[in-house]
């Protein structure tokens, strides 16, 4: 569920991920995206659609991609969170809490 | 203690958990939609998901899904789900929420379904207040089946059906739901949102979880609108069709909430002493207009409708005779007036009475004096897989129109019962008997031509003979209210019986 960065970089405040096999190539997210780090793939997915591709830097978390695109799961958006954070949310997550809202 | 830089990516955003995981609605892409690439029903499928999360309510929603083609909620939505008649989705999450109170009910509906062939059932649901939430994706046109215009269609626009883009003057203007049932009392809250940017969207988002919300705190019908990019009828790109919504489709279509009367519901609510029963009560939205008896309790609900054991009538299943085999098929048919329902209520009826299984399709044309009209009884003593009868054993033709419409449907071996002295000789066919008599004027003669639709029911009887002569005078007797009808009634039924036994002893 966590994916670590290297600490001596300045980090982003958020990451992406798109699943190319969901994902049908709207396009919606590029729109979405207020720093435009979402760009079309020149590549084809397996099923003859381009997809959606992050450009591995400068995502701010937002979330306004994700709720932009229409697939389920095509995208799924990571915030960097500061340790005492990380541990209140899992205590939260453990009381079946509310994940956090995408609108900042 | 933690230092500055002990930071983590932790997920904020993902697959909401109230969609399944894989939808098993074909073999293949069990991990997509069938949603077109940047079709608005995907964005707003993903927004109640996440409201029913964050609302923890996944295991008490019952989402009632469309027909258009928002259809397959049930493929995508774990949760409970039933898919309505066309455009009758509000009446049904009436049931359901009645029916079980404590449930968090979603009435998902397209413009077509809710505008047009449902607007009698949203208009309803939204005056008596049904404590619901209604989420009505409108993209301004009948998707699913390619284009036709509905009631919310721009005007100038073009569909299927408005070639040369609609017309006021002939199709009418764009009709306006939100702002049309803000003019009722009992809704909650009525929103109109859309999907034309990130602003739109946000908002979107904010609207569907507060609709859930008001339900789930019980304050009564919630509807929220959303202008939904629909890019393949529209023949636009994903992106364009978003621009579309907010460049076009808000001119006509006001964005903003029509009618929120929750607060003040809200107050009321939190007067309210904790009752426990209330729970059953459908809203609290219009508390005093109501009843607010609790829901009768189940085992209640036979006596409020009048078939509790003791309501029922005695019926005379002993005086038929077990070894019995019993199947009969008839089709009864003739023109309007003849009795040719009646005739098959009687008989279905008698055949309930006798404990027998029975139905009874009665199948007429838009006229309601002339015309034809005819009917198909079934009694067995299996249970009945079909009502429809369309092979008959017995065929009862109260007219040659009716005789030549379904002769050749009788199965061999089975009787045609023939209002006429001449049977049709190009009717005859081998195997099937046949009783032909001039009924009407038998019946004249018992004092009214109208009762030969008894007399023919009495030889169909004789020839069974596979009901008990009590069951048929119970029938009788409950069917046909005037004393001297019921009189008349019983002699051509004998008179039938007779004519039958007669005809034997003639051959
Ligand atoms: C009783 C009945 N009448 C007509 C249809 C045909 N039909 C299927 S979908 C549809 C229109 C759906 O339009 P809308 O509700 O706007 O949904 P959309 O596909 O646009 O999301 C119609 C008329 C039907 N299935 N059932
Ligand atoms: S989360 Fe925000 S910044 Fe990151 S890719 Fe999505 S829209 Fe862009
Ligand atoms: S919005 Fe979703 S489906 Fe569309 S391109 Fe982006 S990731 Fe793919
Ligand atoms: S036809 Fe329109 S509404 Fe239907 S799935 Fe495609 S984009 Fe969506
Ligand atoms: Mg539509």
């Not at chain 2, 005739?343 to 404990?355: I, P, R, S, T, Y």
Request: aromatic share 6%.
């Amino acid at each position: 569920m966590t994916e670590a960065n290297k600490p001596d970089q300045k980090q982003d405040r958020g990451q992406l991920r798109i699943d190319e096999e969901e994902c049908k190539g709207c396009g919606l997210c590029i729109e979405a995206c207020p720093p435009k780090v979402i760009s079309m793939n020149e590549r084809l997915n397996h099923y003859g659609y381009r997809t959606a591709l992050y450009a591995g830097a400068g995502c701010t978390g937002c979330g306004i991609c994700f709720i932009a695109c229409p697939e389920p799961g095509a995208i799924t958006v990571y915030r960097l969170v500061r340790a005492r954070e990380v541990e209140a949310r899992v205590a939260n997550a453990a009381e079946g809490g509310a994940s956090e809202c995408a609108s900042n | 203690m933690p230092t500055e830089t002990a930071a983590e990516y932790v997920v904020a955003q993902a697959r909401a958990r109230s969609f399944y995981e894989r939808y098993e609605r074909k073999e293949d892409l069990q991990h997509q939609t069938h949603f077109c690439p940047g079709c608005g029903h995907g964005v707003v499928h993903k927004m109640i998901a996440k409201a029913i999360d964050d609302l923890g309510v996944q295991d008490r929603t019952i989402m009632v899904g469309p027909v258009g083609c928002g259809v397959f909620t049930y493929y995508y939505f774990d949760v409970g789900n039933v898919q309505a008649a066309h455009g009758r989705a509000p009446a049904v999450a009436t049931a359901m929420k009645r029916s079980r109170p404590e449930s968090i009910v979603i009435s998902y509906q397209g413009d077509g379904d809710l505008s047009a062939i449902g607007s009698a059932e949203i208009l309803h649901a939204a005056n008596r207040g049904e404590n619901i939430t209604v989420i009505f994706v409108n993209n301004a046109i009948y998707s699913m089946t390619g284009g036709q215009a509905a009631p919310t269609t721009l005007l100038g626009m073009k569909s299927t059906t408005t070639p040369n883009g609609r017309n006021a003057a002939t199709d009418g203007y764009p009709l306006h739901v939100s702002e049309l049932l803000s003019t009722l009392q009992a809704p909650a809250y009525i929103e109109r949102v859309g999907l034309g940017d990130n602003k739109q969207i946000a908002q979107t988002a904010r609207a569907i979880k507060r609709g859930l919300e008001n339900q789930v705190r019980g304050l009564g019908f919630s509807l929220i609108e959303v202008l939904s990019p629909c890019p393949t009828i529209w023949k636009l790109t994903p992106v364009e069709a978003q621009h579309w919504v907010r460049d076009v489709m808000e001119k006509e279509f006001r964005l903003g909430v029509f009618c929120d009367r929750t607060k003040e519901r809200t107050e009321k609510a939190d007067l309210r002493p904790a009752d426990p029963g209330s729970s059953s009560h459908p809203s609290v939205g219009t508390p005093d207009l109501r009843p607010v008896t609790p829901n009768p309790a189940l085992e209640e609900l036979p006596r409020i409708l009048g078939v509790a054991e003791e309501d029922l009538p005695e019926g005379n299943a002993a005086a038929l005779a077990d070894n019995k085999a019993i199947d009969l098929e008839v089709r009864i048919a003739g023109f309007g007036g003849q009795g040719v329902l009646l005739f098959g209520e009687v008989l279905a009826e008698a055949g309930l009475d006798a404990g027998l299984e029975v139905s009874w399709l009665p199948s007429y044309g838009p006229e309601m004096r002339s015309g034809t009209s005819n009917c198909h009884v079934r009694l067995s003593r299996q249970s009945i897989d079909s009502p429809l009868v369309t092979a008959p054993n017995v065929l009862v033709a109260m007219n040659e129109p009716s005789l030549r419409k379904f002769d050749k449907s009788v199965r061999a071996d089975g009787w045609v019962i023939y209002n006429g002295q001449e049977f049709p000789a190009d009717c005859v066919r081998d195997g099937v008997h046949v009783l032909a008599l001039p009924f009407t004027e038998l019946a004249d003669e018992l004092g009214d031509k109208r009762a030969a639709n008894m007399v023919m029911l009495g030889a169909l009887l004789e020839i069974a003979g596979a009901l008990p002569q009590a069951s048929i005078d119970d029938a009788l007797r409950r069917l046909v209210k005037n004393p001297r009808w019921v009189e008349l009634d019983e002699r051509a039924l004998a008179r039938g019986r007779e004519l039958y036994r007669e005809s034997l002893v003639e051959v």
